[in-house]
T-cell receptor, first 111, second 117 residues
Framework: RKEVEQDPGPFNVPEGATVAFNCTYS??????FFWYRQDCRKEPKLLMS???SGNEDGRFTAQLNRASQYISLLIRDSKLSDSATYLC????????????FGSGTQLTVLP | EAGVVQSPRYKIIEKKQPVAFWCNPI?????LYWYRQNLGQGPELLIR????????DSQLPKDRFSAERLKGVDSTLKIQPAELGDSAVYLC???????????????FGPGTRLTVT
């Protein structure tokens, strides 16, 4: 089993739709969780950290479920510009500064 | 604030040739990472530096890969000799040890796209 798993998609949704991605992790000792966005042929860009209480940034909401060992990302009112690959990242076993990334979920928002 | 700088952006070499990548992290970031990203995959850590010390290089193929960060700022990653399977994007990232809740957020450079023919 991979340390961090994501549904690769693709998710094709119409503009204005709400879409959610999940990411499961295997290391119960992981302490930090992140969502990154990666556009085609670009570097990953930090979208948001995921806090235990959940957090929201505009149209984006991140949640952490420690009991089931997954994090989620909800995008409301999808825009064309949200089309990208979304990578989740989890701190690795034994190091709070080492991240293990999932393979990413591809999102395409359609006009 | 300037981001992580990497060069070159693209590199095409023949197998068995050497290649080097350079990274300048965000000013003040004492932690530097080198990742490799294959198509359709997430970045995979090769090596992590805390200042000039390599603290995690367990994923670095040491028979052909080497890295250095002599003054705790810029870093170079070298492959010698390159193999066909080394074709990938090599990403550098940095983070700052702030002690706060955002301590370990990593910021990536644009990467070097390596093609080995």
């Amino acid at each position: 089993r991979k340390e961090v798993e994501q549904d690769p998609g693709p998710f094709n949704v119409p503009e204005g739709a709400t879409v959610a991605f999940n990411c499961t992790y295997s290391n119960s000792a992981s302490q930090s969780f992140f969502w990154y966005r990666q556009d085609c042929r670009k570097e990953p860009k930090l979208l948001m950290s995921v806090y235990s209480s959940g957090n929201e940034d505009g149209r984006f909401t991140a949640q952490l479920n420690r009991a089931s060992q997954y994090i989620s990302l909800l995008i409301r009112d999808s825009k064309l510009s949200d089309s990208a690959t979304y990578l989740c990242a989890v701190t690795a076993s034994g190091s709070a500064r080492q991240l293990t990334f999932g393979s990413g979920t591809q999102l395409t928002v359609l006009p | 604030e300037a981001g992580v700088v990497q060069s070159p952006r693209y590199k095409i070499i023949e197998k068995k040739q050497p290649v080097a990548f350079w990274c300048n992290p965000i000013s003040g970031h004492n932690t530097l990472y080198w990742y490799r990203q294959n198509l359709g995959q997430g970045p995979e850590l090769l090596i992590r530096y805390e200042n000039e010390e390599a603290v995690d290089d367990s994923q670095l193929p040491k028979d052909r890969f080497s890295a250095e960060r002599l003054k705790g700022v810029d870093s170079t990653l070298k492959i010698q000799p390159a193999e066909l399977g080394d074709s990938a994007v090599y990403l550098c990232a940095s983070s700052f040890r702030s002690g706060g809740p955002n301590t370990y957020e990593q910021y990536f450079g644009p990467g070097t796209r390596l093609t080995v023919t």
